[in-house]
DNA sequence: GCTCGTTTCAAACGGACGTTTGAATGATAC
DNA sequence: GTATCATTCAAACGTCCGTTTGAAACGAGC
């Protein structure tokens, strides 16, 4: 009856991937239905438990389609750098391209789809279904410490903690920047230029990088007033 | 029969507020029923209704009820460095902290609800809810040009695009940073000190004004050899 | 041409959703 | 005590949800 595990009926199961991808970015998961996503696809309402079994196992195959690519991608522009250094510490821009820059390449490819899943993804760390949560747990701990460490020896003199919190912030810059085009037009009118995919990158690899080599905060906060919440 | 413009009953509003507040963060807006706010707030639940007139109202309350006030102590923020300045252009450290600084003592608001809000409201910039966006929009349009405008004096040599985009940067790593805390330990292992709720504006402020004032990319992208997505 | 496993289809399932209703309750003014 | 108002309450409304079903259509192997 069911093929839940096969690999059968390209044609059926990548519309319903194509379509759920584009309609989760637009709606969330949650206000997106199993109907909308089959009449866009154009498959019956059926074949989305068909295929993939459940709602929930759809949502994590459209994950699971792209990001294993993307962190293999990662992991091995981060060895290639490696390679290149003959074990002596990366420089930090090199790092952050490994990991960043590719993720903003994915993000500018319009034609494949790479540009629409990098958008769902950057509003995805911000969802806090458990189920996803964990998933993209599972999906990310083999890149994570290979890219700590490596930082770790690139900045000798920044505390490991604090490199960890940068590495959020940069992280939060990027899925904020590809996610968040609407708020972008909030703040300034500016649109993102289609012709010129490339310019996130751009604009985007200088700031991070300011960022993760910023000086470091004295021991004494300061911060003025602590003021109260109304 | 309905008093939607009233004032009263404060206690049960309120309670409305806090519980839909609280739930918002959790699960989404979707995923929220108002089952779930109305049997957390102990009320029954005809009272959303009878007290908003509807869910889309209630959601619009919970953001007017602390944004407004948010919005405008960064204006006050703002002028108080203007008026000190006599007229000179702000540095951007004093642009940074009266619109991130005073957002994050707001975050660092565990008593009084105001770090869930701001984790509501990171969480919100990339809600693709027409209404929601719109809300946002609406509130914003009064404070943003002030800043925009303060960051245009203080940086004359950074082209004003160039200044918008980072701004842009910075709201998604400050925002990233307040909604995201589940991605921190899924990052790092990293938790949030709860006994010191400066501790991530004493990280951020430096990240933020670090790529704030980064080195600009010279005309010709950097980008090595661009690849497409599998 | 028949068989068998795979895929598609229309229809229905029980349940949860936001909203509405009309009566009960409570408080205030006369 | 009675009239008047705002508020609370249990119950029900119609709709949409994710999922299941059983039969129809399809396609490859013999």
Not at 14 to 28: C, K, P, S, T, W
Not at 50 to 72: C, M
Not at 76 to 93: D, I, N, V, W
Not at 144 to 173: C, N, S, T, Y
Request: charged fraction near 25%; glycine fraction near 6%.
């Amino acid at each position: 009856m069911r093929a839940i595990d096969a690999k059968q009926s390209p044609d059926t199961r990548e519309r319903i991937l194509d379509a759920a991808e584009a309609l989760f970015v637009e709606h969330g998961f949650e206000a997106t239905s199993m109907r909308l996503i089959t009449g866009r696809a154009g498959v019956n309402l059926a074949a989305i438990n068909y295929h993939f079994g459940s709602k929930e196992a759809l949502i994590q195959d459209v994950f699971r389609r792209r990001l294993t690519w993307l962190n293999e991608a990662r992991l091995s522009a981060l060895e290639r750098f490696e390679k290149e250094a003959g074990g002596a510490p990366l420089k930090p821009h090199q790092i952050v391209e490994a990991f960043f820059g590719v993720s903003l390449r994915m993000a500018a490819d319009t034609a494949h789809g790479g540009h629409t899943f990098m958008r769902l993804l950057g509003r995805t760390y911000t969802e806090p279904s458990a189920f996803v949560r964990q998933f993209l747990a599972d999906e990310y701990a083999a890149v994570v410490p290979r890219f700590k460490q490596a930082l770790f020896r690139a900045l000798p003199d920044v505390p490991p903690e604090e490199i960890l919190w940068r590495f959020h912030f940069m992280l939060g810059a990027m899925s904020y920047a590809i996610a968040g085009t609407d708020a972008l037009q909030l703040v300034s009118g500016l649109e993102l230029d289609e012709k010129d995919p490339e310019a996130l990158s751009r604009r985007l690899m200088p700031f991070l990088l300011g960022g993760l080599r910023a000086p470091l905060a004295g021991p004494a906060a300061k911060t003025r007033n602590p003021r109260k919440a109304a």
